[in-house]
């Protein structure tokens, strides 16, 4: 099947950009939901048989030199021929697998303070915003421009790509990034009420900074409108996170899969 999908797009991969704003039913035709799967990608499936069904441990090759790189999102990686499959492991993931409350709580503390923040700025000029609402970002650095090299722009273009949608430079935006010097994060702080984490350590006491990112991640996709980077695996989980909250809250636009 892979092999025909390759030869009705003249032996190349399909291309993401086919897809954007224009994914597949969940329960399309296999092929269809194959060749998605297959965005960017040449190599054959690594079929789950009953070899390795009965195997002890299966190793997966990691060599950067080598472009093999593991850190992908789980649906991105399993494929189930039965898209019923497919969606009951999405469900188990989402229903069973969370972060501990010690973090849920953590976070939750934070996203309080947050609300409150943008609460007392906007009473401050003279505008209402009840629920303390706010916008979050991802902004991915550090070691990311060894793997996407393109994704690393200037603050500027941030802000210019995003700005649209925030709140007209009157907002409070909390932004999660790994990214050590705040001087860089400028241009938005001559505009916005601009936190992070590091803004609440003292409501941290006795979290360890391992899971630091965790809280991060959590708050994040608390806001109103989130921007995120581009193929980073921290900015999908945000999005699912935001997912999540839109099913169970039933937020607008939830039916069709809209945040």
Not at 214 to 229: I, P
Request: with cysteine; hydrophobic share 35%.
């Amino acid at each position: 099947m892979m092999k025909d999908i390759l030869r009705n797009n003249r032996g190349q991969p399909p291309k993401h950009e086919q897809y954007d704003a224009n994914p597949n039913p969940v329960d399309a035709p296999v092929n269809k939901r194959l060749e998605e799967m297959m965005v960017s990608r040449r190599q054959s499936l690594c079929v789950y048989n009953e070899t390795m069904q009965r195997a002890a441990h299966v190793n997966f090759i990691f060599d950067k030199k080598r472009g093999h790189r593991l850190l992908v999102n789980f649906y991105e990686f399993l494929f189930f021929e039965d898209w019923r499959h497919d969606l009951w492991m999405k469900r188990l993931v989402r229903d069973h697998l969370r972060l501990r409350d010690e973090f849920q709580c953590a976070a939750a503390r934070i996203v309080g303070k947050v609300r409150e923040r943008a609460r007392r700025r906007a009473q401050e000029r003279g505008e209402v915003n009840e629920e303390g609402e706010f916008d979050t970002m991802h902004v991915r650095r550090g070691d990311y421009k060894d793997f996407n090299p393109d994704t690393q722009i200037a603050a500027e273009t941030i802000l210019r790509n995003s700005e649209r949608e925030l709140k007209a430079g009157r907002g409070t935006i909390f932004i999660a990034t790994d990214e050590t010097n705040k001087t860089f994060f400028e241009p938005f702080m001559r505009h916005y009420d601009v936190l992070f984490l590091s803004d609440f350590e003292h409501l941290l006491e006795g979290v360890s900074t391992n899971y630091y990112n965790f809280l991060d991640m959590l708050v994040a996709s608390k806001g109103r409108v989130f921007f995120g980077t581009y193929l980073s695996t921290y900015t999908s989980y945000i999005n699912r996170l935001r997912g999540y909250h839109a099913q169970k809250n039933k937020l607008p636009g939830y039916k069709k899969g809209e945040l």
